[in-house]
């Protein structure tokens, strides 16, 4: 199997090939005879390295802790530093890539319906196939620099199709805005490499993960410094990569994109890179224990990741467009994987980064049906009632929503509540940030719950030829849809089976990624260890108060779920009464909504924007006005001058020539004077 681990990535690049190449060789009318032929070969290229990845993860399980790597080609080789260009599968990359080629092709079948009617088809499922390549390389790279290059890959992609539509100017600078941002968390990444490569003096994984675990601690004390700063630069960029603050703000305007790329980039893959990679170079954050500004590198990546959950999701509640309320659900939900993360808990972050691909894609590729039946209109005012408008969707959203509120047996229930439980068991600042956390669950059920009531059972603002006139869902939305549904309502028991802390006998998911993260986990001090270690929680003899803790925070999680939900149902239930907008009105929320909202947009305008235009600005004065300006002035003048002495020198008057042509000739005699040898 290693000697074909590159065909993974290589399928959808070779699909982008050819789907590019029909693009540009006219493949533009979508109703054109190449139709078929680009729909066929975007769907199948991601299919047949879904089929390869599941054949790699077979293979992989004969022997777990021996993951299957391949060598590529030596990248650079220059004194003590060996590059190779590598593949590296093992139980992460393995988990990550099944969703990420699995989702990938449903979310590209998805879009052969509904993006059929635009005349850019085959240069969009080119997109995707790129993206597709680029996030398989994020995943699969053996080692930070070929990690890097599919982070700018998946950079590159999110510019080219979130500017799809790019006859519209706002589409446009959501782009830029997208592809900026997300450099400056790529500084962050870049320098953070660096300070990782003189501490282990190697870029490799593998090598990478040895040097941690051998924990020598006069090595670890007498680094402690570069190893905190390498630490807090790699979690910088992946704030970038992830929307966590400070580099939050690029991800709700990002769903100007069409909605397949709201579904599979900025909820399932591109935007859960950051905590693939923390929990990637896990044995590092554990390791990163010095304090900057009183928080060491994990007590960091928990604060950060409730804050911007918090955030997120009160800016969820005055959303009117239905993409930019599950855009801000995206930021918090990954709020609550940096606060796993930060618990030390990589392998429960994990789990809500696979459950929350099928429920959040769900929701996305849901709401892209209400838009593609309701005409492209995005505006929860405009909707209602769509429950019996277009039962079949808000069936399919249904299950997504009550997975997202942790509703038991849903997804989302298993992941959430082990993300609490996580929280409160690390104790100390976890505790704190526990209790925000379940607050957050809440905000989540409300804004949630707010979006599902004015889209599918509040009174209906939609109006009648709309309503005579909605677009059934074509099958190839409807499968898609089927099969990520059922992946919201059963991928908790199915991959997580119940936790052993429930009583029961099946850990599988911590068991699947012990190999990995399960070094750095056991080395992490905070989390208490149940009676018998390991094995115990494996077969489900957890002492009396780590079940208590367990069915607390399942409690806890429901309650807050019901109580939000509950207060939505209330406060929404008659939608917007008459307040409904008319056609093109702006959705941007106002008040204390939009400074929630785009606060952070307003900061950066008055930290960032604002200071960089003055500097620029009195650049222009002081250099092109003052200094070049003045240089030319001088010199110019200064040529007048000379030139008008010389012409008035040389006037035809036949004394002034007399005069000068006599003092040449004493100038003559007296150098010729000087040089004359004495005797």
Not at 118 to 135: E, I, K, P, V
Not at 327 to 355: K, N, P
């Amino acid at each position: 199997m290693d000697s074909v681990l590159w065909l993974i990535p290589v399928l959808p690049l070779l699909g982008a090939a050819i789907t590019g190449g029909l693009a540009l060789a006219g493949a533009k009318d979508a109703h054109g005879p190449n139709r078929g032929l680009v729909a066929t070969i975007a769907v199948l290229m991601p299919a047949l390295s879904f089929f390869l990845t599941i054949a790699a993860s077979v293979e992989l399980a004969k022997h777990p802790d021996y993951p299957i790597s391949q060598h590529l080609w030596t990248w650079l080789d220059f004194g003590s530093l060996h590059l190779n260009a590598s593949l590296l599968f093992d139980r992460l990359s393995s988990l990550m890539l099944l969703f990420v080629t699995g989702i990938g092709t449903l979310i590209t079948l998805y879009s052969v319906g509904y993006m059929g009617e635009d005349r850019g088809f085959a240069r969009f499922m080119s997109y995707l196939n790129l993206f597709l390549f680029s996030m398989i390389v994020l995943v699969i790279g053996g080692s930070l620099p070929m990690t890097f290059l599919g982070w700018e890959g998946v950079g590159l992609c999110s510019y080219l199709l979130v500017g799809f539509w790019h006859r519209n100017d706002d589409y446009n600078d959501a782009a830029r805005k997208a592809f900026v941002v997300n450099r400056v968390g790529d500084l962050g990444f870049l320098l953070g490499m660096f300070a990782l490569l003189a501490v282990v003096g190697s870029l490799d994984y593998e090598r990478i993960a040895g040097f941690f675990q051998q924990r020598d601690a006069t090595a670890l004390a007498g680094q402690s410094g570069l190893i905190a700063a390498a630490a807090l630069l790699l979690f910088f960029g992946c704030t970038g990569k992830s929307a966590q603050i400070p580099l939050v703000t690029w991800l709700p305007d990002a769903m100007a994109g069409p909605t397949p790329v709201s579904a599979l980039i900025h909820a399932a893959t591109m935007v859960t890179a950051g905590v693939f990679l923390i929990a990637r170079l896990s044995d590092l954050f554990v390791d990163a224990t010095l304090p900057v500004l009183g928080l060491n590198a994990l007590q960091w990546v928990m604060v950060v990741g409730c804050i911007t959950a918090v955030w997120g999701a009160i800016a969820g509640c005055f959303q009117h467009d239905i993409k930019k309320a599950l855009a801000y659900s995206t930021v918090s939900q990954l709020g609550f994987m940096f606060m796993a993360c930060g618990a030390g808990r990589f392998d429960v972050a994990l789990f809500h980064v696979f459950t929350h691909a099928f429920f959040k894609a769900t929701l996305f590729l849901g709401a892209g049906a209400v838009i593609h039946g309701l005409h492209h209109e995005q505006d929860l005012r405009r909707m209602g009632g769509l429950a019996r408008l277009m039962p079949f969707t808000g069936l399919i959203m249904g299950a997504g929503w009550l997975a997202i509120l942790g509703i038991a047996p849903f997804s989302g229930f298993w992941s959430k509540d082990l993300i609490l439980e996580s929280l409160f068991a690390s104790g100390g600042l976890g505790i704190a940030i526990g209790v925000v956390a379940v607050v957050t669950a809440g905000i989540t059920a409300y804004y949630m719950t707010r979006m599902m009531v004015l889209a599918f059972t509040a009174p209906t603002q939609v109006d009648d030829e709309t309503r005579n006139h909605i677009q059934a869902v074509p099958a190839t939305m409807a499968i898609p849809l089927v099969i990520l549904a059922v992946g919201s309502i059963g991928a908790g028991l199915l991959w997580m089976g119940l936790p052993a802390a429930y009583g029961c006998h099946t850990d599988w998911f911590a068991q699947y990624l012990a190999p990995v993260v399960g070094k750095a986990q056991a080395a992490f001090a905070p989390i208490p260890a149940p009676p018998g270690g390991h094995e115990a929680v494996a077969h489900g003899h957890a002492d009396a108060g780590h079940l208590t803790l367990a069915w607390s925070m399942a409690l806890a999680g429901t309650v807050a779920a019901v109580i939000g939900a509950a207060l939505a149902v209330v406060v929404w239930s008659k939608g917007y009464g008459t307040a409904k907008p008319e056609a093109g009105t702006s959705t941007a929320p106002t008040g204390f909504g939009g400074a929630w909202t785009y606060g952070f947009d307003r900061l950066y305008d008055a930290v960032v924007v604002l200071p960089t235009k003055i500097l620029g600005l009195a650049g222009y004065w002081l250099v092109e006005l003052l200094v070049i300006a003045g240089l030319t002035q001088l010199v110019a003048n200064a040529a007048r001058y000379v030139g008008d002495g010389y012409a008035a020198m040389q006037r035809p008057r036949l004394r002034m020539q007399l005069a000068l042509s006599i003092a040449g000739l004493v100038a003559i005699l007296i150098i010729v004077a000087a040089n004359i040898p004495k005797p």
